[in-house]
């Protein structure tokens, strides 16, 4: 194996940059959050019970630090921000023949609780780079971006490690080289394909056969979904399944406008379903235009091959039957 390359090793010794939040900590994005994560501490949302509590006051939960400084859909973080990117590295060794990237994993600490008001920046810098390795996808270097977080007093909230493989596809996988050779027409863009691991094959499996598969606590029977190794309830390693009947209503729906991202149509609506069973999942309305699907419409699942060897669960509309 290779050293990491000494102009990749500059990265390291660079300055953090600074960038900021849009806006201060406030109720309506925390009570999103919570009601998005179904996070019932009061805490968060009700100023009474959060008085009462040993914050004294309203508190935004600690897992919401990053929302804090998204940066908008045009790309650009709050007024004062460094107009760099942070992983400006990543361009570089795009040049250097490693196009493709993927994201490894996301460590959080929280040191500090955030209160309405709070103004919330964040440094970022390149805090490892590793020797050029070999994995299954492909060869490449595994970086990773620490961000420090602070509220308006400079005092550390919290810190972020992001990190990244950054990499040239093994040959057999080109194809997942997203740019294609310059003589080759680009081939039309496909929809990601679903990771296929250990915790849910079975899911996807079913979807295969036709069947819409539910994650069961095989001690206490509560159901889950999206699939995960660990009972919520009772932290049971346990699972079986049980077949969905396929019915349910719509929860709740986005319709997506910007950014128009291929291969999907826009306006592109995106449904959460939730079955008569009682879990939830992501999925999108056939038959039906964005501007006629309401929350609480009873809707049943079809399966559909969207695409060449991608078969998906859609719903349509039961209102007629
Ligand atoms: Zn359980």
């Known amino acids: 194996m290779s050293q990491t390359p000494e102009h990749l090793a500059a990265y390291l010794t660079q300055e953090p940059r600074t960038y900021h939040g849009w806006d201060p900590v406030n109720e309506a994005m925390i009570r999103h959050w919570c009601d998005a994560m179904d996070d019932r501490n009061p805490v968060y949302t009700d100023p009474v019970a959060a008085a009462q509590s040993v914050h004294g006051g309203l508190v935004a939960p600690p897992t919401m630090l990053q929302a804090w400084i998204m940066r908008g859909y045009g790309g650009e973080w709050g007024p004062g921000s460094d107009r760099r990117e942070p992983f400006a ?30 103004r919330v920046y964040y440094r970022s810098r390149i805090e490892s780079i590793s020797e050029e390795k070999t994995t299954a996808l492909g060869v490449g270097f595994f970086i990773t971006e620490l961000g420090e977080y602070f509220n308006q007093d400079h005092e550390p909230i919290g810190t972020m490690r992001f990190r990244v493989f950054k990499y040239r596809a093994h040959p057999a996988q080109q194809s997942a080289d997203p740019r294609p050779a310059p003589s080759e027409k680009p081939a039309a863009p496909q929809r990601m394909r679903p990771v296929r691991n250990r915790d849910n094959t079975f899911f996807w499996e079913g979807v295969d056969r036709g069947e819409l598969l539910i994650q069961r ?105």
């Not at 040049?95 to 955030?114: I, S």
């Open 89 to 118: 590295m990543l361009e570089e060794l795009e040049k250097l023949g490693y196009p493709a990237v993927v994201a490894v994993n996301c460590e959080q600490e929280y040191h500090r609780y955030l209160r309405p008001g709070d």
């Open 217 to 321: 606590c095989g001690v206490c029977q509560t159901l889950r979904h999206p699939p995960s190794p660990m009972c919520p309830h009772c932290q049971s390693l346990e699972h079986d399944t049980v077949k969905a009947s396929g019915r349910g209503v719509v929860h709740s729906f986005v319709v997506m406008h910007h950014p128009a991202i291929p291969p999907f149509d826009y306006p592109n609506p995106v449904i959460l379903v939730e079955l008569e069973e009682g879990t939830r999942l992501v999925s999108q309305m056939e038959g039906l235009p964005a501007g006629k699907i309401r929350i609480g419409m009873p809707v049943e699942v079809v399966f559909r091959e969207v695409e060449d060897g991608l078969q998906l669960p859609l719903f349509r509309s039961a209102e007629e039957a």
